[in-house]
Structure formats: structure tokens, C-alpha cells
């Protein structure tokens, strides 16, 4: 009997990906290693305990409930920057309330923590919030390409590092089932009831959010405004994080174009909410069409701002420090039968919180993901596998920035 073929990770993220090679991630964890880049150092004082450590083969939420019970903190009140797939390796960091009394260090060097490396210890005046993080650092095999497709995907990879590719928010982001934006728009329509519990709300409502802005972002790449800047737009600078009003007209919108087109400020979609700044001209009108078409009177999410108040992001994902190498065999997953045949590259690049990895490598690549659950072969018309659990800096949108 044949074995079945893992399911492609995000071939929605691709756009055409019907001419895009095949090429599998993730045929163990360390080919998908990553590293959190943090926004600030601890400041050495306070009753805050920031700990960075290497996990393998456990989630965020489980890692960093160890390393709470391992302290005796709370790990409610424990706090991370961003989400970190499973299937990987991966480099981040957790606060932990812990007295002054207490030292950190004693407690964790004797604590039995599987599939987790304590990095660095140190102590900090505040908790670390979700999105205190300037971006996170990747270096991924892939492997199985055809020889022959090779010299045009790293093509399209070095145009990738000079543009960008479009933002988009990868499956990840929506639920095991890629349910949970429906379960928030019956919640906000009044049909059904919401989750009782205050991250489930917030889960959910920021799939919908996500998924509104993936609307948007289909609709300028289709009429390949993607990347530039239109009157009305609000564009964010790349350098400051800073956002302003393009100008309906004059010299200064076409200033605001040659930026844009220099890649030094990319337009902004919508994560709506109460507290979310409108654009204007045609890209505000795009934008209430597709919300008005959802749910009706836009003023109904102002009742959902513990939810999500609102933000603005980059429709453009900005990709630095691009690179690639040849793949090393990985012995491992060949001695278990997992490697594919063909030629294997690693990919290396840097991304800004909130960017998924998953979306710059499938403007390339026709991604097949080895870790995700297979589909049933006891009967025919099986259900396929569920999208994978949450991967690289899946945090919750419209947190506060990052202050020391």
C-alpha cells in the first residue's frame, strides 16, 4: 500500500501556486529552527523574571507552563511576546512574577524541563506583553525540489528579499478547523453565545480580524496595489513604525509613491476595531465595503473592544537578510524514511512581528508540511488533516508596543 503524500501547509498563500515546485518543511524539528528577536534587555531588577530558553517539541503555552511550575510562579500570570510552532526549533522568551526573595536560577538548574534548554536568566520591572518583540530570525530546510525548478525558485526568492510579498496571514492564525472566524462572527450577529474565557475571546476575534484583512490584502493584490501607496491610504513608515495620512493629492502623494516603490513605507489593511484609524478616498471605501458586508453597521465591534480594539497593518511583509545555502542531509528523518528525493536548499531570513514564514516561503514553493496530521486512509472521501498549530510570531493584533 502507498503512503499518503503530507498535506501542502498554506497553498492558499502562494496565490497561483499551480506552476510553484513542490518543496516539504519540517521533516524534523530542526529544520524549521527560530529565533525570537526581543525588544528590549531586562533591566536586571524588579520582581519579573525574564527566561529565555530553546524548546523542542512542545508549544509555547506548554513550555512556558513548565518553566512557571518548575519556579512556583503562577503561570497565568506568566508572560510571552508571540507564539512558537511545535514542530521546531525555537528560541523565545517568558516573564515570570517571582519575590525578590527567590532565586530564579537554583530552581530552574534542577528542574527535570524535556525538550527545554534554559538560555538565560534575568530580572525585569514588568511583565512581557504579547508583540514585545521586534521580529523573529529563521533559518528553514527545505527539501525534496526538483533539480530542474531550482534556479527559478531561488530567482523568485532573491525578488522576495528585494519586495516583499504580500502580508497575508497563514492558516495558522484561524484554528485547527479554520472555524474559529465563523464561531466570532455568530458571537458578534448575537446567535450564539461567545467563550466565557477572555483569551478564547480574544483568539477568536482576531481570526476574524485576520481573515477581514486577508480580504482587503486579495483585493489590492488583485488589482496590484499591493505594494504601492494609494490617495488615502495610511501608510506606515518602515523605519520608525510611524503611520500617517497619504494625501488625496499634490506633490506630496507622489512623494508618498516614490517611498512606497523605494520600499521605504508600505500601505496598511485593517484589523478592525473600535479604536482603529480609518483610511480615506478609495482604500476607506474598500474597507467598509467588505465590513459593512460582513456584519452590517461597523459601530457593532465597539461592543467587542476587550476583544480587540483595533490596528492598523502593513500590507506589504518586508523580508531582510535573505540568504540560501545548501541543505546538510537531515540523518535523522533519513534513517526514519521521511527525507524526500530531490534537492534540498535552507533558507534564511529575518521578519517583523507578526510575519509567518510560511507565507514568504510559498511565493516560491508549493510548500508540503511533513509534521502535519495525516489524512485518514481507512475510508474513502476522509476529512483532510486540520491546519497546523500556530507557528512562528502568532500573536494577538493591537497590543501595546513594546516599552522597556
Known amino acids: 500500500m502507498g503512503t499518503t503524500a503530507p498535506p501542502v501547509a498554506d497553498p492558499a498563500a502562494a496565490g497561483t501556486s499551480g506552476d510553484l515546485p513542490a518543496a516539504?518543511?519540517?521533516?524534523?524539528?530542526?529544520?524549521?529552527?527560530?529565533?525570537?528577536?526581543?525588544?528590549?534587555?531586562?533591566?536586571?531588577?524588579?520582581?519579573?523574571?525574564?527566561?529565555?530558553?530553546?524548546?523542542?517539541?512542545?508549544?509555547?503555552?506548554?513550555?512556558?507552563?513548565?518553566?512557571?511550575l518548575a519556579l512556583g510562579a503562577d503561570p497565568g500570570a506568566a508572560g510571552f511576546a508571540g507564539m512558537k510552532d511545535r514542530h521546531a526549533v525555537t528560541t523565545q522568551t517568558a516573564s515570570f512574577q517571582l519575590p525578590l526573595a527567590r532565586d530564579p536560577e537554583p530552581l530552574l538548574a534542577k528542574a527535570e524541563l524535556p525538550g527545554i534548554e534554559i538560555l538565560a536568566v534575568a530580572r525585569h520591572d514588568h511583565k512581557l506583553k504579547p508583540g514585545?518583540?521586534?521580529?523573529?530570525?529563521?533559518?528553514?530546510?527545505?527539501?525534496?525540489?526538483?533539480?530542474?525548478?531550482?534556479?527559478?525558485?531561488?530567482?523568485?526568492?532573491?525578488?522576495?528579499?528585494?519586495?516583499?510579498?504580500?502580508?497575508?496571514?497563514?492558516?495558522?492564525?484561524?484554528?485547527?478547523?479554520?472555524?474559529?472566524?465563523?464561531?466570532?462572527?455568530?458571537?458578534?450577529?448575537?446567535?450564539?453565545?461567545?467563550?466565557?474565557?477572555?483569551?478564547?475571546?480574544?483568539?477568536?476575534?482576531?481570526?476574524?480580524?485576520?481573515?477581514?484583512?486577508?480580504?482587503?490584502?486579495?483585493?489590492?493584490?488583485?488589482?496590484?496595489?499591493?505594494?504601492?501607496?494609494?490617495?488615502?491610504?495610511?501608510?506606515?513608515?518602515?523605519?520608525?513604525?510611524?503611520?500617517?495620512?497619504?494625501?488625496?493629492?499634490?506633490?506630496?502623494?507622489?512623494?508618498?509613491?516614490?517611498?512606497?516603490?523605494?520600499?521605504?513605507?508600505?500601505?496598511?489593511?485593517?484589523?478592525?476595531?473600535?479604536?482603529?484609524?480609518?483610511?480615506?478616498?478609495?482604500?476607506?471605501?474598500?474597507?467598509?465595503?467588505?465590513?459593512?458586508?460582513?456584519?452590517?453597521?461597523?459601530?457593532?465591534?465597539?461592543?467587542?473592544a476587550h476583544a480587540g480594539e483595533g490596528t492598523r497593518r502593513p500590507l506589504r511583509l518586508e523580508v531582510d537578510d535573505l540568504a540560501v545555502s545548501a541543505a546538510e542531509e537531515d540523518t535523522g528523518a533519513a534513517r526514519a524514511g521521511q527525507t524526500a528525493a530531490g534537492h534540498g536548499i535552507v533558507v534564511s531570513f529575518v521578519l517583523p512581528k507578526g510575519g509567518y514564514a510560511t507565507t514568504v516561503l510559498g511565493r516560491a514553493f508549493r510548500l508540503v508540511d511533513a509534521s502535519a496530521p495525516q489524512p485518514s486512509a481507512s475510508r474513502e472521501g476522509a476529512a483532510s488533516a486540520p491546519a497546523p498549530e500556530p507557528e512562528e510570531d502568532a500573536v494577538e493584533e493591537g497590543q501595546p508596543g513594546a516599552e522597556p
Open 24 to 68: 516539504v518543511l519540517r521533516t524534523s524539528p530542526a529544520d524549521f529552527v527560530v529565533e525570537e528577536i526581543p525588544a528590549y534587555a531586562p533591566s536586571g531588577r524588579g520582581e519579573h523574571v525574564f527566561v529565555t530558553f530553546r524548546k523542542t517539541g512542545r508549544t509555547t503555552p506548554d513550555a512556558v507552563r513548565a518553566i512557571a
Open 132 to 304: 514585545h518583540l521586534i521580529g523573529n530570525r529563521f533559518r528553514i530546510a527545505l527539501r525534496g525540489i526538483d533539480p530542474a525548478a531550482l534556479p527559478l525558485a531561488e530567482r523568485r526568492l532573491a525578488e522576495i528579499g528585494r519586495a516583499g510579498v504580500p502580508n497575508a496571514f497563514g492558516p495558522q492564525r484561524f484554528g485547527r478547523g479554520g472555524d474559529n472566524p465563523e464561531r466570532a462572527l455568530a458571537w458578534i450577529a448575537g446567535r450564539e453565545r461567545g467563550p466565557r474565557d477572555k483569551r478564547e475571546q480574544r483568539l477568536i476575534f482576531s481570526a476574524l480580524q485576520s481573515r477581514w484583512f486577508n480580504e482587503v490584502l486579495a483585493r489590492r493584490e488583485a488589482d496590484g496595489t499591493w505594494s504601492a501607496v494609494l490617495p488615502g491610504d495610511l501608510a506606515k513608515k518602515r523605519d520608525s513604525g510611524g503611520l500617517f495620512l497619504v494625501p488625496l493629492e499634490g506633490p506630496e502623494l507622489d512623494d508618498a509613491a516614490a517611498r512606497a516603490r523605494a520600499g521605504a513605507i508600505s500601505a496598511t489593511g485593517p484589523m478592525f476595531g473600535r479604536k482603529m484609524r480609518w483610511p480615506e478616498g478609495a482604500p476607506g471605501a474598500l474597507e467598509r465595503e467588505i465590513l459593512t458586508a460582513a456584519i452590517g453597521d461597523p459601530r457593532k465591534l465597539d461592543a467587542f
